[in-house]
């Protein structure tokens, strides 16, 4: 074997927070291999593949964890730390002006990027006087899923967040096996009850950054908010 093989590389870490937890966790820096299972991730298109990535490099690099514990906004606020620990403070995004929709190259301190946590949001959503549903964070893979022009798709997300059905005096637990089911109680919803569900998500904590910048085409004044890992990058 030869001496290389005792050249051991050693990382720095640094100390952050689950948003959703408040536990401390310790961060360190992507390795080469990282970075080229994230880049061929991202050249396959495959939301799957794309989700599955991010979850590995995570698990890789945070310490204590366990992934399949973690909301997707946590996911996502820890890949957009990894990365500034990793590659840089800095990201340069595209953003579209408001006014003439040229894109606009503005750079992002990754460091100043927050969860914000709605007041209004809560984990039990009451449908009725006799049923409502206790919500739970649906797997990132599941949020990646979701076309916002699918409303089946729409429907599959809500399906795998609901984690408890109250009817009555009855309480179901939801796995696998009730996913059909309640697919179909939710289809049999009115219009206004299917809205209060969706205000579970619409007031769920997301990452966010507020970015102020002059259009470099129409010199209008934008005051834009990016919103969920995509935005990024």
């Known amino acids: 074997m030869s001496e290389l093989s005792n050249i051991k590389i050693t990382s720095p870490q640094y100390d952050d927070v689950i948003p959703s937890t408040g536990n401390t966790v310790k961060l360190t820096p992507f390795r080469v291999g990282d970075e080229k299972a994230l880049l061929i991730a991202q050249q396959s298109g495959n939301n799957k593949q794309m989700a599955n990535t991010l979850k590995s490099i995570i698990s ?28 840089g403070e800095t990201s340069k995004v595209g953003v579209k002006c408001t006014n003439c929709e040229a894109s606009n190259e503005i ?14 949001h809560k984990n ?43 009817f009555n005096e009855d309480t179901y637990n939801i796995g696998k096996a009730e996913q059909k089911d309640l697919m179909s109680i939710l289809n049999d919803l009115t219009t206004t009850q299917f809205t209060t569900i969706q205000e579970y998500f619409e007031t769920m ?27 990024f990058f």
């Not at 204590?64 to 990793?86: G, M, Q, T």
């Open 205 to 231: 904590p997301k990452v966010r950054k507020d970015i102020n910048f002059t259009c470099t085409s129409c010199e209008t004044e934008n005051n834009q908010v990016l919103e969920g890992l995509a935005s």
């Open 107 to 120: 750079d992002v301190d990754l460091n100043n990027v927050e969860v914000i946590k709605d007041e209004n």
């Open 60 to 87: 890789k690099n945070v310490v204590p964890i366990n992934v399949a514990d973690l909301a997707p906004f946590d996911l996502e606020y820890l890949f957009l730390k990894l990365r500034a620990i990793s590659v």
């Open 124 to 166: 039990f959503v009451k449908i009725d006087e006799k049923l409502g549903f206790e919500m739970k964070y649906a797997d990132l893979d599941d949020m990646m899923k979701v076309d916002g022009e699918n409303i089946e798709s729409i429907i599959g997300l809500i399906a795998a967040s609901v984690k408890t059905v109250y």
